[in-house]
């Protein structure tokens, strides 16, 4: 059980260059989650999604876009990446089971992050 | 929008003593939940402990412990018996126990340094 894992660890981009982050979970929950954690700020949900087929906006979705096209994955893409997307990614899964069931343990699963440069 | 405030960015406690780190939260819901996640320099973000709104009794994870002050909107997390493992980012997080909600808002964070 590897939980929650991304790919690439590290990657440096040129402006305007395009690029896809991947999120792998097998713990079979149904939301997964993107964020950003840039220098002196918390997290920033970027988008999400409650289950295969579907996305939602976050707090700051403006120049990336998200498929989830199989349940355990979600990717994050970057269409002409900009130096303000500079950051560390962080991906996150969460069970919906536990939700619905108002289980108060459920919590948000992390992966280790993926650290992004733009030049 | 609900706001998260850790108003100390670092702190440092020596081995084996205890520390509190501080945080606040802005919201007018009355059901909500909160965390403190540790990020190690790994920067995997780790679950420490949880508290439901609803309860007064204050969440405690062996040598983990919050002081929650719903009226005073106050979640401090108190590390007792500090370890070298300790030293890392630590963050206080709120999501909302409405339906559908799902979102973690996070404060900025306190960074810990653990003194041998």
């Known amino acids: 059980n590897a939980g929650v894992t991304q790919t690439p660890k590290f990657r440096v981009l040129k402006t305007g260059q395009s690029m896809t982050l991947l999120c792998a979970q097998d713990m079979n929950h149904e939301y997964m989650y993107w964020y950003r954690q840039d220098p002196g700020m918390g997290l920033r949900l970027i988008h999400y999604s409650v289950g295969e087929g579907t996305t939602a906006k976050g707090e700051v979705p403006d120049g990336y876009n998200v498929s989830r096209l199989k349940k355990q994955n979600f990717l994050l893409g970057l269409e002409s990446a900009a130096p303000s997307q500079t950051s560390v990614y962080f991906c996150?899964?969460?069970?919906?089971?536990?939700?619905?069931?108002?289980?108060?343990?459920?919590?948000?699963?992390f992966g280790p992050g993926t650290r992004l440069l733009v030049l | 929008a609900q706001t998260v405030t850790q108003s100390q960015p670092e702190m440092s406690v020596q081995e084996a003593e205890t520390v509190t780190l501080s945080c606040t939260y802005d919201t007018s819901e009355s059901d909500y939940y909160l965390f403190w996640y540790k990020q190690p320099p790994s920067r995997q973000m780790i679950l420490v402990i949880r508290?439901?709104?609803?309860?007064?009794q204050n969440a405690t994870e062996n040598r983990f412990s919050v002081n929650f002050q719903k009226a005073a909107k106050s979640f401090s997390l108190k590390i007792s018996d500090s370890q070298l493992g300790d030293a890392a980012m630590y963050f206080c997080?709120?999501?909302?126990?409405?339906?559908?909600?799902?979102?973690?808002?996070f404060g900025t964070g306190t960074r810990l340094t653990v003194i041998p």
């Open positions: 508290q439901e709104a609803y309860k007064q």
């Open positions: 997080a709120y999501r909302s126990a409405l339906s559908g909600a799902n979102n973690l808002f």
């Open positions: 996150a899964s969460s069970s919906l089971r536990g939700w619905a069931l108002g289980d108060i343990r459920e919590t948000q699963y």
